[in-house]
């Protein structure tokens, strides 16, 4: 990891916590849409309504996809339904590359499109999502996209878990993963800033390297 990408983590990793993007209870747990209760909870989304952080945030994913090499042929920027849209928009703009959206299912009336917007056959297209965990709600983008002919150069979340590192494998393919920061990220800020205890944030380590999460090693 480069310099600049070091301090492209630790400056997200602290937005994300000053926002309470990324919160922390330790009796009442969060219950997460698979059921599963979590002592962790991230919403990226809350972002885009604070303007200067938003604005910071978008300037370091340009920073990061341009770092890229393999980015330099884009031509199509697709948000995932739904936190993905706005972020999505926001690259666009900037980047001055076409838009689009990807449905989690298709339509069930009208022309029951799942993508809307414009992909073209051959379009290389850069995915954007708020975050990934696991990656499994990220299939059906990736489906929706190669069914219309498109290639994925990458995906592009604000936060990556860290349960797949750089890649995303699915169908015998490793796809690009480009994030602003990682739990690891986020873990060094609350023992930088002395946030929480060590045993507290030992606890929150443990509990992410029982969901899978990589890198965690130093603070277990």
């Keep these: 990891m480069t310099n600049i990408e070091k301090k ?14 990324i919160e922390f209870s330790f009796k009442k747990k969060f219950q997460l849409t ?22 910071k945030l978008i300037n370091f994913a340009l920073k990061k996809i341009k770092l890229d090499k393999t980015l330099n042929s884009l031509t199509n920027i697709a948000g995932g339904e739904s936190a993905g849209i706005p972020y999505a928009s926001f690259l ?41 965990t696991d990656g499994s709600s990220k299939y059906n983008f990736i489906d929706a996209v190669e069914k219309v002919g498109g290639r994925i150069k990458a995906i592009f979340v604000i ?3 860290g349960i797949n590192k750089e890649f995303l494998e699915y169908k015998g393919k490793k796809i690009k993963i480009i994030s ?3 739990w690891e990220d986020v ?30 090693k130093s603070f277990l």
């Design 34 to 55: 698979s059921g599963r209760k979590s002592i962790v909870y991230c919403d990226c989304r809350k972002i885009i309504s604070h303007t200067t952080e938003r604005e």
């Design 180 to 182: 602003l920061a990682k």
């Design 159 to 161: 936060f990556n878990y």
């Design 92 to 132: 666009a703009q900037k980047l001055k590359l076409p838009l689009s959206y990807i449905r989690k299912e298709r339509k069930k009336f009208g022309k029951k499109s799942q993508i809307e917007g414009n992909i073209k056959s051959h379009d290389n297209v850069l995915i954007v999502e708020d975050l990934i």
């Design 8 to 21: 492209i983590s630790n400056e997200t990793a602290s937005i994300l916590l000053k926002k309470k993007c």
């Design 187 to 216: 873990l060094y800020m609350l023992k930088l800033k002395k946030i929480f205890p060590k045993n507290e944030i030992k606890l929150i380590a443990s509990f992410l390297n029982s969901m899978g999460v990589k890198n965690l």
